[in-house]
């Protein structure tokens, strides 16, 4: 049976991505017109830092500014680094600490200024704004 049908499925373990753009579509107020929202797991041992005392929303935003700093500089290169998962927020919209068989985590839901990364599944959604009109004299 996996022979008939193993080249017709297909293959999910392939790529690794790091996490998936939010189809969802969210109010103006909470994400700008050019921002887009993703889901994604963070890996951290977070009961350690909430022994030493820091607050939960405190180890979310060293996550995210651990996410957002750039690769260090390659000799002779010209342009300025970029962050690799693109620049999120410092405050992330909603997140939950998790624990599971496979560790602890954090699932956030992060807000980022590129539409499509080949790091991150699928690309966030169109946003049309209303058609400017001229103005009638």
């Not at 993703?38 to 995210?64: F, H, P, T």
């Amino acid at each position: 049976m996996t022979r008939e049908f193993g080249n017709a499925l297909p293959n999910y373990g392939k790529k690794k991505k790091y996490g998936r753009y939010h189809g969802s579509c969210f109010s103006f107020k909470r994400v700008p017109f050019n921002k887009w929202v993703i889901g994604a797991y963070i890996n951290v041992d977070y009961k350690q830092y909430l022994e030493d005392g820091l607050s939960e929303s405190e180890i979310v935003a060293q996550c995210v500014e651990f996410l957002n700093t750039p690769p260090p500089r390659k000799k002779y290169q010209r342009k300025k680094p970029q962050p690799i998962y693109g620049e999120f927020e410092p405050e992330p919209m909603e997140y939950i600490f998790k624990e599971d068989d496979e560790g602890t985590y954090i699932q956030c839901l992060l807000i980022t200024n590129q539409r499509k990364n080949k790091l991150f599944w699928g690309q966030g959604p169109r946003r049309h704004s209303k058609r400017k009109y001229r103005k009638e004299r």
